[in-house]
């Protein structure tokens, strides 16, 4: 069925978008995770990644053209599907909004004033600002302030962090797009509110906003400044945006980079000219600053990488448990978080949507175990047992690319790249961070990877888009000396693996018991997408590679 995409909220003060560039035409294959188009906003140009797999079937606003938030901008479905309803549909509810605003004018004069009331609202005294809950992922409907870093009657500069909020992936940092002093905060912490909900007020120190808050809170709209201001203003925001993120070096060479990354790498002392930009055009963007590590300390790196990803050395104290007399009783209720809510929802989806079943083999991990040591003898590397899964899952599934799929109620998709999902655990639950063309990788650069995001997730830092676009995913307990569980399905892969530990035991080899190192590992299969044997096979090849490792390295 053909699904209607429409212009997204880049910005918490967007309210129209410009397509800069379209990088698809109509016709084209769209995978999850494409881009669709470069998006211009006020604040910046921005990618627009597809959440929707199928052929783009319409394009609604051109290269060039600006369009309203919510504006229709593209339909994807299938190839040859008709989407005449769609389009009637869109057209239909543009004409019937025309009317009425012709209507509102030509009304009496008694009937406009009663009106205005609703469609303009509380005019916004000169300067201030209403801040509401912004979308940070493509599936969060709700966000719970966990934490205010400024509190009413502080001055706010641009990109300054106002709050960190959770949403339903992670808890991430909410930074300011405006300056002034902050006025009122509409959400107190540990509170959750809908998106779009009041979050802030920023303006003017000393000024009334008094009938601001509750107008909004009862539906009010807010009247937007003077056309003519509005475009004065968005003029010199853009020139002094082009100004802050155009930066040039003593070799002519031009960086772009973000007003908030420029202001961390001035405090921080980085040479910008180091830093490589993984924003649209290669601009520089905070978490390229924040991660940025110097040349020298490239060698200690992966040390701290690993420090980072062990549970043992991030793990908190455990807290102290309340006394309870002998004979009574004692429960307290936690309050459930956004992520924790989530995670019941989408699991509980998972297993009560798709069939499950589950195969497990025993792997021989002699050959692993010595391959490892000897990878980890050479310098600056380090490759754990995990990442050696991680790579052997890769390359099985391009020689079993059914087990790489995703069921659709009317197709199966294939997906021919690779993105394998890690689940971390995290304190509030689990995250599962994404590594892109996992089978492009190699053993060192997916360890490289693993220990990043595993540490990051750790230190709620990961962004929504680095845990979005798996197509399998590995789920290991074995560092908990767990020999052997099950995984519910991370929808809408088709298949989990579940990794056990490692165990010494006797094992028989060429008729003789001798002391082995074995490994059980489980796959968890969605019976409507991989068949018993499929999902047989797939486990077979996974365990030629692991008994194997040079064969990973060919």
Not at 72 to 84: P, T
Not at 308 to 316: C, D, L, N, S, V
Not at 479 to 486: K, S
Request: aromatic share 4%; proline share 5%; charged share 25%.
């Amino acid at each position: 069925m053909a699904t209607k995409i429409t212009m997204p909220r880049l910005s918490d003060t967007m309210t129209e978008g410009t397509v800069a560039t379209w990088l698809k035409k109509v016709g084209d294959k769209i995978s999850e995770g494409d881009i669709l188009a470069e998006i211009e906003t006020d604040k910046a140009t921005m990618e627009f990644e597809s959440f929707n797999s199928g052929t783009l079937l319409y394009i609604g606003i051109q290269e060039g053209e600006s369009a309203p938030v919510d504006s229709l901008l593209a339909i994807i479905g299938k190839e040859g599907e008709d989407i005449s309803d769609l389009l009637a549909g869109g057209s239909s509810s543009d004409k019937k909004e025309e009317p009425k605003a012709e209507e509102k004018t030509a009304e009496a004069p008694k009937e406009e004033a009663k009106e205005a009331p609703k469609s303009e609202g509380t005019a916004l005294p000169k300067g201030v600002v209403v801040v509401t809950m912004p979308r940070l992922s493509d599936t969060m409907t709700d966000g719970t302030v966990a934490t205010w870093l400024k509190k009413v009657g502080d001055k706010i500069n641009e990109g300054d962090i106002l709050a960190e909020i959770e949403t339903d992936k992670a808890t991430m940092e909410f930074e300011s797009f405006n300056s002034g002093t902050l006025l009122y905060i509409g959400i107190p912490e540990g509170d959750s509110a809908p998106v779009d909900s009041l979050l802030a007020i920023i303006g003017p120190e000393g000024t009334d906003i008094s009938g601001i808050a509750e107008n909004f809170k009862k539906g009010g709209a807010v009247a937007a400044p003077a056309k003519e201001e509005k475009a004065e203003e968005s003029k010199s925001e853009t020139a002094e945006s082009k100004e802050e993120t155009v930066e040039t070096v003593s070799d002519g060479r031009r960086i772009f980079i973000s007003p908030l990354a420029k202001k961390i790498a001035e405090e921080k002392n980085i040479n910008i000219s180091q830093v490589k930009g993984t924003g649209e055009n290669g601009r520089i963007v905070k978490s390229d600053i924040e991660n940025f590590k110097p040349a020298a300390a490239t060698s200690q790196a992966p040390a701290s990488q690993e420090t980072a990803a062990k549970p043992e050395a991030t793990a908190a104290a455990p807290a102290v448990k309340p006394f309870v007399p002998a004979g009574e009783t004692y429960s307290e209720e936690i309050k459930n978080s956004q992520m924790r809510k989530v995670i019941a929802k989408r699991l509980s989806e998972s297993k009560f949507t798709a069939p499950h079943y589950y195969l497990t083999i025993e792997v021989a991990m002699d050959g692993a175990m010595a391959s490892r040591s000897t990878i980890n003898s050479l310098p600056d590397t380090k490759v754990s047992f995990n990442d050696m899964v991680i790579k052997a899952c890769a390359m099985a599934l391009k020689k079993h690319p059914k087990v790489n799929s995703q069921w659709k109620d009317d197709v199966t998709v294939i997906h021919h790249h690779v993105h394998i999902g890690v689940a971390v655990a995290v304190e509030d639950g689990l995250v599962v961070p994404v590594l892109k063309f996992a089978d492009q990788l190699s053993l060192t650069q997916i360890g490289a990877n693993v220990r990043d995001v595993a540490g990051r997730a750790k230190n709620k830092k990961l962004q929504p888009a680095e845990m979005e676009g798996s197509t399998f995913t590995v789920s290991n307990l074995g560092m908990f000396g767990i020999t052997e569980f099950t995984s519910i399905i991370n929808q809408p892969n088709s298949a989990i693996l579940s990794v056990g530990a490692i165990v010494e035991k006797p094992v028989v080899r060429n008729g003789q018991i001798v002391v082995g190192n074995t490994m059980k590992v489980t796959l968890a299969c969605d019976h409507r997408t991989v068949d018993g044997a499929t999902g047989a096979e797939f486990l077979q090849t996974l365990r030629q590679y692991l008994e194997n490792p040079v064969t990973m390295l060919a």
